[in-house]
């Protein structure tokens, strides 16, 4: 199944934060407080935010999304522990449940929320190499996506989800044409118009649409276009926005290796140094695990540090 590792790569890429329900202003500001929490690293914060906005709405898939996104998020930042990845699929099937029991046609909001669960689980399978089941998985999610194709105007979310398949499928299908052959019976991607679309949500006036683009930006311009000017910009924003996200930094200084700027890559090397000292919401494993990134990349570019 290697052969299948570069469309899985891309494909899960297609993470993307839940958008609360506009109608409802109080569980949206409740959302982006957790979010910004988890965002900023304060993961105490967050996961207190987070039982409230579970107790007061347990019928809301959102609740459960913004669950999973907590323990995927402790998990990416070195809390990899067999509770956490518990608790992150357990966060899954509950929204998925909730989507589940609806009687009528899927709403807007309901559509993404398949989108982003069968995205999340496709990510998490393909990083343990289950890759039938993240598969499996992906095809769901695509099934999903199709079915929000020409409403982004009306539900600002999809541009993310629509971007992020456009950009991925055209870019496979031309760094892999040997995997054509499952390509073939996707919905074609047009690299330009994805890329049009993820701009237009980084631009967007929402925080979490907004940010997530930026951060599917950086990865890409730094990846897949070797555009680094760019992958610099985008990390230099997400990294002044939330000063404490590790996740952010350690790529910013990625790409500022990649422009050659290793002045600016060293400082921001003891920058994540730092907050991975003084931030107290972090555990001994969380402390130790971007420095230890941060520093093999430093030693791969001969840079002293």
Request: glycine content about 4%; proline content about 3%.
């Amino acid at each position: 199944m290697h052969f299948l590792i570069p469309v899985l790569t891309g494909m899960v890429l297609l993470f993307s934060s839940f958008y609360p329900e506009p109608t409802d202003s109080k569980l949206k500001a409740d959302v982006y407080k957790g979010f910004i929490a988890i965002y900023n690293f304060q993961f105490q914060k967050a996961d207190s935010i987070i039982a409230v906005v579970k107790r007061e709405n347990p019928n809301n898939a959102g609740s459960y999304l913004m669950s999973a996104n907590y323990y995927w998020w402790k998990i990416i930042s070195g809390d990899d522990t067999k509770e956490n990845r518990s608790e992150y699929l357990k966060s899954l099937d509950q929204a998925k449940a909730i989507v589940g029991k609806r009687k009528s046609t899927l709403s807007d909001e309901d559509n993404y929320c398949l989108i982003s669960i069968y995205a999340y689980r496709a990510r998490f399978e393909a990083m343990n190499k289950n890759y039938i089941q993240a598969l499996s998985s992906i095809n769901n999610c695509v099934a999903s996506i199709k079915q929000s194709f020409n409403k982004e105007d009306r539900y600002e979310p999809f541009y993310l989800t629509t971007g992020l398949y456009n950009y991925m499928i055209a870019q496979v299908n031309h760094k892999h044409p040997i995997l054509y052959p499952y390509t073939v019976f996707l919905p074609d991607g047009d690299k330009k118009k994805g890329l049009t679309m993820l701009q237009k949500t980084a631009a967007s006036t929402d925080p979490l649409l907004s940010t997530e683009a930026m951060y599917f930006l950086m990865k890409i311009n730094l990846e897949e276009e070797n555009n680094y000017t760019n992958a610099v910009t985008y990390g230099q924003r997400l990294a002044n926005g939330f000063p404490a996200n590790l996740l952010y930094r350690f790529y910013y200084l990625k790409s500022l290796l990649a422009a050659g700027n290793k002045e600016e890559a060293l400082r921001q090397y003891k920058i994540i140094s730092t907050f991975s000292s003084s931030n107290d919401e972090l555990d001994t494993h969380q402390r130790v695990y971007f420095v230890g990134l941060s520093r093999q990349c430093l030693k791969d570019a001969s840079v002293t540090y």
